[in-house]
């Protein structure tokens, strides 16, 4: 799933949120209404911690990937600083000669 689709899912709970909440308010007599909004509440303190979770696995997930590409640049600086090395004198030679 991509994260702009998994976003606009998120959204849409919201918008639908709101509206469950207008109609259980305007249908139901106000005991069994306060039940089903009892309920709804419930479900949100569920999606708010699964989004906490959500939160935290995307940095964690930041926090690996810049760790690899500062890596990767470093690996590719170091490869491109002894190429120009080599480049510069091309007689001296870097490998024991056997």
Known sequence: ????????????????YNQVAKAIKSTFTEKKALAFLYKLEKATIELVTINQKIIALTQ???????????????LYSALAYNQIKVDDNPRRSFLPIA
């Open 1 to 16: 799933m991509r994260l702009t689709t998994f976003h606009s899912q998120f959204r849409a709970i919201g918008v639908n």
């Open 60 to 74: 964690e997930f930041e926090k690996k990937m810049v760790a690899k590409i500062n890596a990767r640049n470093m």
